[in-house]
C-alpha cells in the first residue's frame, strides 16, 4: 500500500497538472482570438473613422498638411509652393536656407531689399524672404525652363506677387543692380555618377556652374557690404 501510494500519488498530480495546464493554454488561447477579433474591429472602425475626418476636413479647410506634403505641392503659413514640374522638390535644405539666411542690417525703410536668388526652383527661398522681409526686391533666376514656369505660377498665387520677378537665364549672363543679399541652394555634385534624367542633372551637378563661377558673379552682383548666403556640403 505504501509502495502503491508512493509511486502513483506523484503520477496522479504531475498528469492532472498537465491536462489542467491544457485546459488553461485552450482558454487562454480562446481568450486571445477574442482579443485578435476586437483589435480587428477597433482598427477598422479607427480607419474608416479617420478616412470620414479626413475627407470633411478637405471639403470645410481644403486638403491638410499631411496630405500636401505627399502630393505635387508643400503648403506653408501664408503661401503654397507647388514643385511638380521642378528637377528639385522642396526639401530640408532649402527650407533651412530661407529661414535663418541672414538679413542686411544696414537697410533703409525707404529702400527695398534687393535680393537675388539664384537657381531659384519652384521659388521656395524667394518666397520664403519676401515673407520675413516688409519691402524687398527679388530677382528669382534659374536656368531650367520648367523651373521658371513653375515659380512663376507660384508667385503669383502668393501675398508676395509684386515684389518677386522670375527670370529664365544663367548666372554668367545675369546683369543688374548691386544685390543686398545673394542667396542660392547651388548644384554642389561634382565628377560624380550623373542623374540620367537631364533636368535633374542639371540641377544637381556643377556643370553649367562651377563654385568658382558663383564666388565670382555673385562678387560681381553684390554691394560692398552686401551678404553671400549659401547651402554648401
Known amino acids: 500500500i505504501v509502495f502503491g501510494l508512493a509511486t502513483g500519488l506523484p503520477i496522479m498530480i504531475i498528469a492532472w497538472l498537465i491536462s489542467y495546464s491544457a485546459i488553461s493554454i485552450e482558454k487562454l488561447t480562446e481568450r486571445m482570438q477574442g482579443v485578435q477579433k476586437w483589435i480587428r474591429y477597433v482598427s477598422a472602425v479607427l480607419f474608416i473613422g479617420f478616412g470620414i475626418y479626413l475627407l470633411i476636413h478637405i471639403f470645410t479647410h481644403g486638403t491638410p498638411a499631411l496630405v500636401h506634403m505627399a502630393s505635387a505641392c508643400f503648403k506653408f503659413k501664408q503661401f503654397t509652393v507647388w514643385h511638380d514640374r521642378c528637377a528639385m522638390k522642396v526639401g530640408t535644405d532649402g527650407v533651412l536656407l530661407g529661414a535663418w539666411c541672414p538679413l542686411p542690417s544696414s537697410l533703409s525703410a525707404s529702400s527695398p531689399c534687393r535680393i537675388l536668388d539664384i537657381g531659384t526652383g519652384s521659388g521656395l527661398i524667394a518666397l520664403m524672404l519676401a515673407q520675413r522681409l516688409n519691402n524687398s526686391e527679388i530677382d528669382a533666376i534659374d536656368i531650367d525652363q520648367s523651373a521658371v514656369e513653375q515659380a512663376t505660377s507660384n508667385f503669383p498665387q502668393s501675398p508676395f506677387a509684386t515684389c518677386i520677378k522670375p527670370h529664365h537665364t544663367t548666372l554668367q549672363h545675369w ?29 544637381r551637378h556643377t556643370d553649367t556652374l562651377s563654385y568658382s563661377e558663383l564666388i565670382a558673379h555673385a562678387a560681381r552682383l553684390l554691394k560692398k557690404t552686401g551678404i553671400l548666403a549659401l547651402v554648401l556640403p
Open 175 to 203: 546683369e543688374a543692380q548691386p544685390y543686398d543679399l545673394i542667396v542660392s541652394n547651388p548644384p554642389y555634385f561634382q565628377a560624380s555618377l550623373k542623374n540620367p534624367n537631364a533636368q535633374r542633372a542639371t540641377a
